[in-house]
T-cell receptor, first 117, second 111 residues
Framework: ETGVTQTPRHLVMGMTNKKSLKCEQH?????MYWYKQSAKKPLELMFV???????ENNSVPSRFSPECPNSSHLFLHLHTLQPEDSALYLC????????????????FGQGTRLTVV | QKEVEQNSGPLSVPEGAIASLNCTYS??????FFWYRQYSGKSPELIMS????GDKEDGRFTAQLNKASQYVSLLIRDSQPSDSATYLC???????????FGKGTKLSVKP
């Protein structure tokens, strides 16, 4: 138990489906992240919610839509995905501190293994 | 484009040996550096963090940081088969403060 909980752990969805991934953290952190991990590729940062500000990787397709209703909860809404979107989706949280100090470490949830058929 | 480079391996060492994992990064302004361990099918687990030049030891693990050379390494002493995993180097890029990960080095410790 890392303090970051993701549901569901596994998800199989068709290309026309709409689904959502959920993440919850109980660590008192003020930043939450979505990462995508595909085979033989580095972890790819998709979205960051930090102090109620959203930062996104411009290469992420619009079929992925994040939502962060508060500092403890993060969602990733999925619609009309493609088979190449099949991957491990990881949520993480951290405590962002003022510059120039480095931010603290990020802690990951168990991930959602997504398969798009 | 901020980058973190790691040798993908696999790195194979015998049980009891020292495993040496290396990482270089491109953002000279980075202040925070982390090593994560990821077992197959699992999520990354933080094992070491380092913020200052020099060595930091925690049990069998030693992290080494050289900001001038933009280089960070992880040494694992007395390697065990249970250390077999992929080790991810992560660097906090300065502009947004987000973690940038390397591709990871796969370590195999042979009994």
């Amino acid at each position: 138990e890392t303090g970051v909980t993701q549901t569901p752990r596994h998800l199989v969805m068709g290309m026309t489906n709409k689904k959502s991934l959920k993440c919850e953290q109980h660590l008192g952190h003020n930043a939450m992240y979505w990462y995508k991990q595909s085979a033989k590729k580095p972890l790819e940062l998709m979205f960051v919610y930090s102090l109620e500000e959203r930062v996104e990787n411009n290469s992420v397709p619009s079929r992925f839509s994040p939502e962060c209703p508060n500092s403890s909860h993060l969602f990733l809404h999925l619609h009309t995905l493609q088979p190449e979107d099949s991957a491990l989706y990881l949520c993480a949280s951290s405590l962002k501190v003022p510059r120039p100090s480095g931010d603290t470490e990020a802690f990951f949830g168990q991930g959602t293994r997504l398969t798009v058929v | 484009q901020k980058e973190v480079e790691q040798n993908s391996g696999p790195l194979s060492v015998p049980e009891g040996a020292i495993a040496s994992l290396n990482c270089t990064y491109s953002d000279r302004g980075s202040q925070s550096f982390f090593w994560y361990r990821q077992y197959s099918g699992k999520s990354p687990e933080l094992i070491m963090s380092i913020y200052s030049n020099g060595d930091k030891e925690d049990g069998r693990f030693t992290a080494q940081l050289n900001k001038a050379s933009q280089y960070v390494s992880l040494l694992i002493r007395d390697s065990q088969p249970s250390d077999s995993a992929t080790y991810l180097c992560a660097v906090n890029e300065r502009s947004q403060g987000n973690l940038i990960f390397g591709k990871g080095t796969k370590l195999s410790v042979k009994p």
